[in-house]
């Protein structure tokens, strides 16, 4: 049972290339998050999903964009990476037939120069 | 707009001693409230969830409040030992579905032998 794998762990990226960072959880979890993490500012939600085919908005949207075709896969992607979105990325799933804690992943550090 | 703060000083404890940890909140009403465990490098894992009509919870050496009157919640870890040392992140969900679960910006513990 691997829990929530992110790939890759780490990533440099020049501004305006894009990429995707993947989240894939074996746990059949419904409801799957992306999180950014900067210093002094703690997690902040950026995409979530409640389902197959159902995304919504967190508090800092701009910039990424989600899909969730599988109830396995949850990909995050940079459209144009900008410097402000280096940080580090943390997918989380968690079951949806009860109130519960979330399940991270390591992580993916991203560095945009 | 909903905020939730913690600490934002580390605390430094001796080994044997409670650690306690706040974590206060403004302008909603959670219906719960969790808190995680992160450490250095890694993702946070959950550790304990309290329900608004629940005034305390306890898992071994853990223990959490919740007063939704002063809309604060007390995580305490008694008889403290060095590998308590970490960040603590208190998290409420934001909005009625309860889907999007927003995070303070942590507090760092440091128990020293």
């Known amino acids: 049972n691997a829990g929530v794998t992110q790939t890759p762990k780490f990533q440099v990226l020049k501004t305006g290339q894009s990429m995707t960072l993947q989240c894939a959880q074996d746990?059949?979890?419904?409801?799957m998050s992306w999180y950014r993490q900067d210093p002094g500012m703690g997690l902040r939600l950026i995409h979530y999903?409640?389902?197959?085919?159902?995304?919504d908005q967190g508090e800092v949207p701009n910039g990424y964009n989600v899909s969730r075709s599988t109830t396995e896969d949850f990909p995050l992607r940079l459209l144009s990476a900008a410097p402000s979105q280096t940080s580090v990325y943390f997918c989380a799933s968690r079951a949806g037939d009860r109130v519960g804690g979330y399940t991270f992943g390591s992580g993916t550090r991203l560095t945009v120069v | 707009s909903q905020k939730i703060e913690q600490n934002s000083e580390a605390l430094n404890i001796q080994e044997g001693k409670t650690a306690t940890l706040t974590c206060n909140y403004t302008?909603?009403?959670?219906?719960?409230l969790q808190w995680y465990r992160q450490d250095p490098g890694r993702g946070p894992v959950f550790l304990l969830l309290?329900?608004?009509?629940?005034k305390e919870k306890r898992k071994e050496r853990l223990k959490v409040t919740f007063d939704t009157t002063l809309k604060q919640s007390l995580f305490h870890i008694t008889a403290s030992q060095p590998a308590d040392s970490a960040t603590y992140l208190c998290?409420?969900?934001?909005?009625?579905?309860?889907?999007?679960?927003?995070f303070g910006a942590g507090t760092r513990l440091a128990v020293h032998p």
């Open positions: 309290i329900r608004e009509n629940e």
């Open positions: 999903s409640v389902g197959a085919g159902i995304t």
């Open positions: 746990m059949n979890h419904e409801y």
């Open positions: 302008n909603y009403s959670p219906a719960y």
């Open positions: 998290a409420l969900p934001l909005g009625g579905g309860y889907n999007k679960l927003i």
